[in-house]
Nanobody, 120 residues
Framework: QVQLVESGGGLVQPGGSLRLSCAASGSIFSINTMGWYRQAPGKQRELVAAITSGGSTNCADSVKDRFTISRDNAKNTVYLQMNSLKPEDTAVYYC??????????????WGQGTQVTVSS
């Protein structure tokens, strides 16, 4: 069994910052790409940022220069530092990880989601 547990969401004023964390635990042999997605009301889930096990990153154009993704491989944790937040960043943010377990089965796992609300 593998679990992804997210933390760090909340309410913040426009221009503020938040840092999301997502820790993976359980039967983990290796973690490949980890990422953050978000889903706003009435919209489809979209990729925010992703990071490979080697540290290569990819960010959506809408968050480049404001959001930074990073990971701590020793802690099986991925982070999303969000700066200069805008009301349009309001969404439920989901962690995602491509994990190989000890039986060498490879599966995509999702976290439960954490709400980020940007409002004055």
């Amino acid at each position: 069994q593998v679990q992804l547990v997210e933390s760090g969401g909340g309410l913040v004023q426009p221009g503020g910052s938040l840092r999301l964390s997502c820790a993976a635990s359980g039967s983990i042999f290796s973690i490949n790409t980890m990422g953050w997605y978000r889903q706003a009301p009435g919209k489809q889930r979209e990729l925010v940022a992703a990071i490979t096990s080697g540290g290569s990153t990819n960010c959506a154009d809408s968050v480049k220069d404001r959001f930074t993704i990073s990971r701590d491989n020793a802690k099986n944790t991925v982070y999303l530092q969000m700066n200069s937040l805008k009301p349009e960043d309001t969404a439920v943010y989901y962690c995602n990880a491509d994990i190989t377990n000890w039986a060498r089965a490879r599966t995509i796992y999702w976290g439960q989601g954490t709400q980020v609300t940007v409002s004055s």
